[in-house]
């Protein structure tokens, strides 16, 4: 009989920047399991282009990282969580050097030999570190290493959890962590895990919308689980749009760095003029709910496909050592980067919200942390600012192992989980619904919640989600699990989370607009938006 039980200290579902960030923070004597949906680097961190920021110019200061990070986030960060992530900035590029990480230094552009600092939306001053514009690339690389190099951490590759397990104490209203089911997905068999400490870091909810900048694994995973073994999620009306990702149908959303623009490139109209001015005064540089809603605008008034990103008045030289891979990957799209404007759209591409958690990562659920962008922690408000989630990775990777290894020293070993059993379930002969349904939703959740919502469309939105809903609980109590079918209900579980939260702000902030209540509304709306299961 195969082994389908497996016991640790700490699982971590998840291989990214957080995820890895807190197995290498983690004692070498924990047993440490490490999960992810397909290949360990398969994530949105390595695809992380501009950079992580940190305060390291002499000119720069944790008071100036920290107002903007505040003013980005449109009156909602909890300003105890910015001063906390902020002030670890240097100390976690200290970290990811130690770990190998090597970043872009001055010495590449000048004949200064310290960090390369670049600028993104929102940031008054230099202090986005970088390696190239391959950020994420250099980090995934370097921390895998150092994970496979470590004996107490086992990493199950294209394994997808399917759903927490949990324990009710007696006589409390404590819930604990226990483990969680998986699916194998080479072999197509459910194997549990059992372990006192839970991790998610699985990443966002970008692909319930059609067009995004990120990859397939970033379906929401860890804010569905979560949600469904009764945890609050936060603030989930706030999904980022990116302002420019390339306008090709071959080039499935690819990202053109927010550096680009730090480096003076200019957002262009079909007739060569600029437009951003007219939209905030600083310009190219504003936020990017002011820039992604700047564009739907300039795209919906005049009726064209895409706006163009232009950085050819910079010498040839200056972008190819700046944007080397960014140079390579547009021509291979038959756009001179050097010499011709790009066409950019707007693309989903980052969740503000999540499961709420502590300063720990410490979720409502004894024992279960989460951390990265599946959490809300409080640190981007309403919109976050470019460069700093990379930072919060790493930051509540080490805030969580910290409080992991206390409360190991007191808890203990988690309770026995029942053999999964899906001895009344077939297999499917209608996978088509999970396509069609798959579709379906990154559609509507494009048309009716946008960049720009109204109550209407939202609510054509929720009727859909509760016909979803009832399909695939219908198709779940009939057939074994597939990895599509385990991805679209969390899809599912999260679009509706947007939805519910979107309908419940009646208001326009940061990243949440609509036509119905276009004004700011600080007396009734200054607040999180918490939803309880
Ligand atoms: P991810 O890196 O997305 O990793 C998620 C992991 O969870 C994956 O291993 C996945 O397989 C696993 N997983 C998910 N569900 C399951 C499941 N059910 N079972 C098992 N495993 C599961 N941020 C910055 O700060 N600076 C940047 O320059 C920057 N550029 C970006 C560019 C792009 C194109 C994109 C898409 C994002 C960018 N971001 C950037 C955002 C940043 O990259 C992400 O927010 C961050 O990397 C998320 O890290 P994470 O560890 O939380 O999740
Ligand atoms: C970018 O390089 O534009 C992405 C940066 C981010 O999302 O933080």
Not at 443 to 456: A, E, H, L, N, P
Request: aromatic share 8%.
């Amino acid at each position: 009989m195969p082994n389908n039980s497996f016991t640790y200290d700490v699982i971590i579902i998840g291989s990214g920047a957080a995820g890895l960030g807190l197995a290498l923070s983690l004692p070498s004597h924990l047993q440490i399991a490490i999960l992810s949906k397909l290949s360990m680097s398969e994530g949105s961190t390595y695809y992380a282009q501009g950079g992580i920021s940190a305060v390291l110019d002499e000119i720069d200061s944790l008071s100036s990282h920290q107002a903007d990070t505040v003013k980005s986030g449109a009156g909602l960060c909890h300003e105890e969580i910015v001063e906390l992530v902020v002030s670890k900035g240097k100390a976690s590029i200290d970290w990811l050097m130690e770990n190998n990480v090597q970043f872009s230094t001055d010495n590449k552009f000048t004949s200064k030999n310290k960090l390369h600092l670049t600028k993104e939306g929102g940031h008054s001053h230099r202090r986005v570190v970088h390696a190239d514009d391959s950020t994420g690339r250099a980090v995934q690389t370097a921390l895998s290493d150092q994970v496979v190099a470590r004996s107490n951490i086992e990493i199950f590759e294209h394994h997808n959890v399917i759903d927490l397990v949990t324990t009710e104490q007696k006589n409390t209203d404590e819930s604990r962590i226990s483990g969680c089911y998986v699916l194998d997905a080479k072999k197509d068999v459910v194997i549990s895990m059992k372990a006192p400490c839970v991790t998610l870091a699985t990443g966002g909810a970008s692909k319930v919308y059609l067009y995004t900048s990120n990859p397939d694994v970033s379906t929401g995973d860890g804010i569905a689980m979560a949600w469904r073994a009764g945890c609050r999620v936060a603030n989930m009306e706030f999904m980022q749009f990116h302002p420019t990702c390339l306008f090709h149908p071959q080039a499935k959303s690819f990202l053109i760095s927010e550096a680009v623009r730090g480096e003076s490139g200019l957002l262009l109209l079909p007739d060569g003029s600029r437009f951003m001015p007219n939209f905030d005064k600083r310009a190219e540089l504003a936020p990017r709910d002011i820039v992604a809603r700047a564009i739907d605008h300039e795209m919906k008034r005049l009726g064209i496909p895409s706006v163009y990103l232009d950085i050819s008045h910079r010498t040839a030289k200056f972008t190819k050592s700046h944007f080397p891979m960014l140079y390579e990957r547009c021509l291979e799209f038959g756009f001179d980067m050097t010499k011709d404007p790009l066409p950019v759209v707007p693309a989903a591409h980052y969740t503000c919200g999540g499961v709420m958690t502590d300063k720990n990562g410490l979720t409502d659920i004894t024992g279960l942390y989460a951390i990265g962008e599946t959490a809300f922690t409080g640190l981007h408000g309403a919109n976050r600012m470019a460069s700093n989630s990379i930072l919060e990775c790493l930051v509540f990777a080490k805030q969580s192992s910290e409080h992991i290894c206390s409360f190991l020293k007191s808890a203990t070993t988690a309770s026995s989980i029942e053999p999964w059993d899906d001895s009344q379930v077939i297999n499917s002969d209608e996978a088509i619904v999970v396509s069609h349904n798959w579709a379906e939703l990154r559609q509507f959740m494009w048309d009716y919640v946008g960049i720009v919502r109204t109550t209407k469309r939202l609510e054509r939105a929720k009727h859909r989600i509760t016909l979803l809903n009832q399909e695939i609980n219908e198709y779940y109590g009939k057939f074994h699990v597939t990895s599509d079918f385990l991805e679209l209900r969390n899809l599912v579980n999260a679009a509706e989370l947007i939805i519910d939260s979107a309908l419940l702000r009646k208001e326009s902030r940061g990243l949440h607009y609509t036509l119905d209540y276009p004004e700011l509304d600080d007396i009734n709306f200054k607040k999180d938006t918490v939803l309880k299961p």
